[in-house]
């Protein structure tokens, strides 16, 4: 674990940097406040920090009540160190956001041990910021293909769309359908259909940009949004996850799945409307045309998806 030191005190501060050394944290000393809030508000930061009542630029409170008015993504753990011992002084110094305070002299074994309880929170609030992360993770992806789930892609969508509206630009909407995947689960089972679902969105993946949002619509349906310059720019990101798809069979249990899909495609500026349901709508008869049409093909909106106005 590393811990930031802050004393001005020299001696004392090489002799608290070597005791912690010695038993296996990784120290940072400086000597004064101003240097320990720059070192403790940067990326990266030390967890933990030890830090002296009294110092140069920025006292021990001081420098706590800057730290818990701006927290970071982490929390740090403050202990403070002081010379004071009256009741008002050890009240001032949590008050001002110090999670635990040590009165000079002080003994190495009672300062190992409030060590190791900072060491013990700081490794819940660890357990605590992986398990939101994963029910996070749950919330926001599909479980079978771990591409954006239908909420959240659509909630990425209005993002795009709102951002698209500050900066006058266009919006293009992708639906894709796997073709006849119906009898991929009818004639291999369930198991085989998850795997062209995985398969496919891989493929899909492999072919956009980073930048372009991907997920998974429902059953077999994956929907791609991206901002754009024209509809014959969207047009040829479409052809390319066509051809991504269909560009060999995919094998499983020894059987080979030819692999395509339909894409329905709609493209609208996003200078006069406030809303993204029409462009979906758009995409989707689009996709309903591709699929009537013969299925591995690519349909455009026709005509452009009349937008509603926005409010004046």
């Not at 030191?5 to 004392?12: C, G, H, L, N, S």
């Not at 909420?151 to 073709?179: F, G, N, Q």
């Not at 429902?218 to 798809?245: D, I, M, Q, W, Y």
């Not at 049409?293 to 509603?308: D, H, K, Q, T």
Request: charge should be negative; glycine fraction near 6%; aromatic fraction near 6%.
């Amino acid at each position: 674990m590393r811990v930031l030191i802050a004393d001005d005190d020299e001696v004392f501060r090489s002799l608290l940097s070597s005791t912690l050394t010695r038993w296996g944290y990784q120290t940072t000393a400086v000597a004064d406040g101003r240097q320990a809030l720059a070192l403790l508000a940067a990326d990266g930061a030390p967890s933990l920090a030890v830090l002296d009542w009294m110092m140069p630029g920025l006292s021990g409170p001081d420098l706590c009540r800057q730290l818990r008015a701006h927290p970071g993504p982490r929390y740090t753990f403050l202990l403070l160190l002081t010379a004071r011992t009256g009741l008002e002084e050890v009240v001032e110094g949590l008050e001002a956001g110090a999670d635990d305070y040590l009165t000079k002299p002080f003994s190495a074994a009672e300062l190992r041990a409030r060590l190791r309880t900072a060491a013990r929170i700081l490794d819940l609030q660890d357990r605590l910021l992986e398990s939101r992360r994963e029910l996070e993770e749950l919330a926001t992806h599909d479980p079978l293909t771990q591409l954006w789930n239908r909420r959240a892609i659509l909630e990425r969508l209005s993002r795009e769309w709102a951002r698209a509206l500050r900066e006058k630009k266009s919006v293009a909407v992708l639906l894709a359908d796997v073709d006849r995947f119906k009898d991929v689960n009818d004639r291999s089972g369930h198991l085989v259909g998850d795997m062209v679902l995985c398969e496919v969105a891989r493929r899909m993946s492999a072919a956009l940009r980073p930048y372009d949002l991907l997920g998974r619509f429902g059953g077999e349906e994956f929907l791609v949004a991206l901002a754009t310059e024209s509809p014959e720019a969207a047009g040829l990101v479409a052809e390319r996850l066509r051809h991504a798809v269909s560009a060999s069979p995919f094998s499983a249990d020894g059987l080979e799945f030819p692999l395509s899909v339909s894409i329905g495609l709609a493209v609208a500026s996003a200078t006069a409307a406030t809303a993204v349901e029409p462009l979906l709508q758009a995409a989707d008869s689009a996709l309903y045309r591709a699929k009537r049409e013969g299925r591995n093909r690519v349909c455009g909106a026709s005509p452009a998806p009349a937008l509603p106005a926005a409010a004046h």
